[in-house]
Nanobody, 116 residues
């Protein structure tokens, strides 16, 4: 079984920064892609950013230039540095991991609120 645990969320003012972390635990094959999704109230879950095991990132257009994703393959951890946050970034952020052979896993989610 694979467990994903997110941390680092909270309340931040517009223009501020937050760093999310997600650690995957459990005995598992290699993790291929790790990423972050978000779901705002009344909206569908959407991809924010993902990164391959080789370190290649992919970003939603809405966060390009503001967010940066990174990962530690040794620690099975993925990070999301969020800068210049906007109220529209308010959402529950979910960690996602695609484990080779086993499939896709999700964290429970962590709330990010951008408000003055």
């Amino acid at each position: 079984q694979v467990h994903l645990v997110e941390s680092g969320g909270g309340l931040v003012q517009p223009g501020g920064s937050l760093r999310l972390s997600c650690a995957a635990s459990g005995s598992m094959p290699s993790i291929d892609v790790m990423g972050w999704y978000r779901q705002a109230p009344g909206k569908q879950r959407e991809l924010v950013a993902s990164i391959t095991s080789g370190g290649f990132p992919n970003y939603a257009d809405s966060v390009k230039g503001r967010f940066a994703i990174s990962r530690s393959n040794a620690n099975n951890t993925v990070y999301l540095q969020m800068n210049s946050l906007k109220p529209d970034d308010t959402a529950v952020y979910y960690c996602n991991a695609v484990v080779l052979i086993w499939g896709t896993y999700w964290g429970k989610g962590i709330l990010v609120t951008v408000s003055s």
